[in-house]
C-alpha cells in the first residue's frame, strides 16, 4: 500500500468527470490540500462521511479540493447515469471522477470503501484514513496538514471549474417508501417518504396529494408540519394515532401525531450512533445509525438500524430501545439472532400474526427473516453473501438479487424492490420461488414509458400494488389482472 511520495495522475484518459467543465489533474489541483475519497453509492459508510467532506469544504474553500473517486461495487453502480443520480441524490458538489474499472483505486493502492487519501498542495501523499471520519476530525486536520506541506514555493491555487447540475424543480423528489395509513384521515389513504424534499407526504386513492409534513428544508427540529423539519426520510409505518418516520440522515424515529400535525422525536440526537448492544436503552438516549425503515405491532416498533448493520425495536409503552438482530458485524450469517451477520438492512414487512419480520439486506442482495419469539432466529430465505448478486429467477436456492431495499408482505407473497435491477420481483412463500412480476406481458399506459430506475419502496395494500420508482420520482401502480401498469404519482 502506497502511504507517501508522489501521487498518481487522476486525469486518466476515458474517465467520466462530474460537477466539473473538465477532468482534473494533479497540475490543477497544486496549491491545495487535496482529499481523494474514494466511495461507492450503495455503501452506508460512503454516505455517513459525505456531511463531513462537505463541512471541511465550505470551512477551507480556498485551500481544500475533495475529489470523490467512485469506484463501483454493484453492476448497476458501473453506469454514470446511475452516478449522476446518486450525486444529485446526495447533493454532493464537489469533483466526482467515475472508476469503473479500478484504475485510480489499483493506483493508490485503495483496500477498502470508504478510503480517503491526502495530497499535498505540491502534488505528495501526506495521509489516508479508512473507515468513517467526523467533520471535527477533518476541520481539525486540514490546518495543520497545510500548515506541514506548504512552502514559500507553493503555487496559488488555482479556481477548480465547478459546474454542478442544478436540480430541477419536482413535486417529487427521490421518494422513498409508501406505506397505507392505519386509517384514512381526510382523502388520504397512503403516506409517502418525499425522500430529496425531506418531507413526508400524505395521497388520496388517486396519488393527489393531500398534505405535507415538513417544510422542505433539510433539519431537525420538531413542531408543527409546516415549521418541523426532516433530512432525507426513507422509510416510515403508520398507526391509528400516528405516522412514525426513519428520518435516516437524522439518524433518527421521529413521531407525527395525526390529530395535531406536531412531529416529535422519540429516539436519536441526529448524530450517528455505534451499535447497538445488549442492554436496553431509554428511548430519549439512544444514539442510532440511518435509521431505513420502521414496521409496527401494537406498542412494539421495530427499526432498520442500516448504518450498523442491525435491526432494532422501541418499545412504545416503556419507551425502551433495543437490539432485535444483528451482532453490528456486516455479513451474512443466520443462527441466534444477536449473533447474526447482517450488511444494511433497508426495508421490513411485519407478518400478519406478528411472528415473523421480513428484511431487505441490500448489501448481502438478500431476503432475510428474523423470528419474533421468545429465543429470536434469523434465517436468509434469497442470498449468499455480500458480494454474490445477479437477477436469477426460480428456487431460492439458485435466486439471485441486486441490492433490494423494499419489501411488502400479501397473502403469502412477499415483494421486492429489486433496486439495482430496477425490478419488481415477486417471492412465493409457500413454494420458494422468486420472479419478476412483469416478464415483459405488462403494457405501460403512460404517454412516454420509463423504464424503473433504482425503485426503493414496493407496497401490496389490497388489492392495490405499487412501486417507489425512485429516480424517476414517481410512484407506478400495476394492476397484475389486467396486466398493465401507469405513473400513479409524480
Known amino acids: 500500500m502506497r502511504d507517501v511520495g508522489a501521487a498518481p495522475e487522476l486525469g486518466e484518459p476515458g474517465l467520466q468527470w462530474f460537477n466539473v467543465r473538465e477532468p482534473l489533474t494533479l497540475e490543477a489541483l497544486r496549491g491545495r490540500l487535496v482529499i481523494l475519497d474514494f466511495w461507492t453509492f450503495c455503501c452506508i459508510n460512503c454516505i455517513h462521511i459525505i456531511p463531513a467532506l462537505r463541512a471541511a469544504e465550505e470551512r477551507f474553500p480556498d485551500d481544500l479540493a475533495v475529489i470523490g473517486v467512485h469506484s463501483p461495487k454493484f453492476d448497476a453502480e458501473k453506469d454514470p447515469a446511475n452516478v449522476a443520480q446518486a450525486i444529485a441524490r446526495y447533493d454532493i458538489a464537489h469533483p466526482v471522477v467515475h472508476d469503473p474499472e479500478f484504475t485510480i483505486w489499483k493506483s493508490y493502492g485503495v483496500r477498502a470503501w470508504p478510503t480517503l487519501v491526502f495530497i499535498s498542495p505540491d502534488g505528495e501523499i501526506v495521509g489516508r484514513h479508512s473507515g468513517e471520519v467526523t467533520a471535527d476530525t477533518l476541520?481539525?486536520?486540514?490546518?495543520?496538514?497545510?500548515?506541514?506541506?506548504?512552502?514559500?514555493?507553493?503555487?496559488?491555487?488555482?479556481?477548480?471549474?465547478?459546474?454542478?447540475?442544478?436540480?430541477?424543480?419536482?413535486?417529487?423528489?427521490?421518494?422513498?417508501?409508501?406505506?397505507?395509513?392505519?386509517?384514512?384521515?381526510?382523502?388520504?389513504?397512503?403516506?409517502?417518504?418525499?425522500s430529496g424534499g425531506h418531507q413526508i407526504v400524505l395521497l388520496d386513492r388517486d396519488g393527489a396529494e393531500t398534505v405535507r409534513y415538513g417544510s422542505g428544508e433539510p433539519g431537525f427540529k420538531d413542531g408543527p408540519a409546516a415549521t418541523a423539519t426532516f433530512r432525507y426520510p426513507q422509510g416510515l409505518t403508520c398507526a391509528e394515532d400516528a405516522i412514525y418516520v426513519a428520518d435516516t440522515n437524522n439518524h433518527a424515529i421521529r413521531r407525527i401525531d395525526i390529530r395535531s400535525g406536531i412531529v416529535t422525536t422519540l429516539a436519536g440526537n441526529g448524530t450517528?450512533?455505534?451499535?447497538?448492544?445488549?442492554?436496553?436503552?431509554?428511548?430519549?438516549?439512544?444514539?442510532?445509525?440511518?435509521?431505513?425503515?420502521?414496521?409496527?405491532?401494537?406498542?412494539?416498533?421495530?427499526?432498520?438500524?442500516?448504518?450498523?448493520?442491525?435491526?432494532?425495536?422501541?418499545?412504545?409503552?416503556?419507551?425502551?430501545?433495543?437490539?432485535?438482530?444483528?451482532?453490528?458485524?456486516?455479513?451474512?450469517?443466520?443462527?441466534?439472532?444477536?449473533?447474526?451477520?447482517?450488511?444494511?438492512?433497508?426495508?421490513?414487512?411485519?407478518?400478519?400474526?406478528?411472528?415473523?419480520?421480513?428484511?431487505?439486506?441490500?448489501?448481502?442482495?438478500?431476503?432475510?427473516?428474523?423470528?419474533?419469539?421468545?429465543?429470536?432466529?434469523?434465517?436468509?430465505?434469497?442470498?449468499?453473501?455480500?458480494?454474490?448478486?445477479?437477477?436469477?429467477?426460480?428456487?431460492?436456492?439458485?435466486?439471485?438479487?441486486?441490492?433490494?431495499?423494499?419489501?411488502?408482505?400479501?397473502?403469502?407473497?412477499?415483494?421486492?424492490a429489486d433496486s439495482y435491477n430496477g425490478a419488481l420481483r415477486v417471492i412465493d412463500l409457500e413454494n420458494r420461488v422468486i420472479s419478476d412480476l412483469d416478464d415483459g406481458s405488462f403494457t405501460c399506459l403512460d404517454p412516454i414509458c420509463y423504464l424503473s430506475a433504482e425503485p426503493a419502496g414496493v407496497l401490496a395494500h389490497r388489492d392495490r400494488l405499487f412501486l417507489v420508482d425512485t429516480n424517476n420520482h414517481r410512484v407506478v401502480e400495476y394492476r397484475p389482472q389486467d396486466q398493465v401498469y401507469e405513473t400513479w404519482a409524480q
Open 139 to 194: 476541520i481539525d486536520a486540514v490546518p495543520r496538514l497545510l500548515a506541514e506541506t506548504r512552502t514559500d514555493a507553493t503555487p496559488e491555487p488555482l479556481p477548480l471549474g465547478l459546474s454542478p447540475t442544478p436540480a430541477p424543480e419536482r413535486r417529487l423528489t427521490f421518494p422513498g417508501k409508501m406505506k397505507a395509513l392505519a386509517r384514512p384521515i381526510g382523502d388520504a389513504l397512503y403516506a409517502l417518504t418525499d
Open 272 to 416: 450517528r450512533g455505534p451499535i447497538l448492544g445488549d442492554r436496553d436503552i431509554d428511548a430519549w438516549k439512544a444514539v442510532l445509525a440511518s435509521v431505513w425503515d420502521l414496521g409496527i405491532d401494537g406498542d412494539r416498533l421495530y427499526f432498520a438500524n442500516a448504518g450498523t448493520h442491525q435491526l432494532g425495536e422501541l418499545d412504545l409503552a416503556t419507551n425502551d430501545v433495543r437490539l432485535l438482530a444483528g451482532s453490528g458485524a456486516e455479513g451474512l450469517e443466520d443462527g441466534p439472532a444477536h449473533d447474526a451477520a447482517l450488511a444494511q438492512p433497508s426495508g421490513l414487512a411485519l407478518a400478519g400474526d406478528g411472528k415473523l419480520l421480513y428484511f431487505a439486506d441490500s448489501e448481502t442482495s438478500s431476503i432475510r427473516q428474523v423470528s419474533l419469539g421468545r429465543e429470536p432466529e434469523g434465517t436468509t430465505l434469497i442470498g449468499t453473501g455480500l458480494f454474490d448478486f445477479g437477477h436469477v429467477n426460480g428456487a431460492w436456492s439458485q435466486a439471485q438479487l441486486q441490492h433490494p431495499l423494499g419489501v411488502s408482505l400479501a397473502r403469502g407473497t412477499l415483494y421486492v
